[in-house]
């Protein structure tokens, strides 16, 4: 994805004002980097754990890169959260 184009779905998403303020100096920044600088542990497949444990834990490497935890964070939630709830 172009970096045009981020900024146009998220001027769409959140409108003008809050799209200027994002910007997109932090994706630029991250892609010159060239990987994500992130450090996953999970637990094995079929592995039974009590509650309030994670099963994922998603570490930032990068200071400067605090934001994609957050961003990561939220589409390993979208995408695990069913099977995790009705695999019972």
């Given at each position: 994805?172009?970096?045009?184009?981020?900024?146009?779905?998220i001027?769409?998403?959140?409108?003008?004002?809050?799209?200027?303020?994002?910007?997109?100096?932090?994706?630029?920044?991250?892609?010159?980097?060239?990987?994500?600088?992130?450090?996953?542990?999970?637990?094995?497949?079929?592995?039974?754990?009590?509650?309030?444990?994670?099963?994922?834990?998603?570490y930032?490497?990068?200071?400067?890169?605090?934001?994609?935890t957050n961003y990561?964070?939220?589409?390993?939630?979208?995408?695990?959260?069913?099977?995790?709830?009705?695999?019972?």
């Amino acid at each position: 994805m172009s970096l045009r184009r981020f900024a146009r779905i998220i001027k769409g998403y959140l409108g003008p004002q809050a799209a200027a303020q994002i910007g997109t100096d932090h994706i630029r920044a991250l892609h010159k980097l060239g990987y994500l600088p992130i450090k996953i542990l999970a637990l094995a497949e079929g592995t039974e754990y009590k509650l309030r444990i994670p099963s994922v834990v998603i570490y930032n490497t990068k200071p400067e890169f605090y934001w994609v935890t957050n961003y990561l964070e939220t589409i390993f939630s979208t995408i695990i959260w069913g099977p995790c709830t009705s695999a019972t």
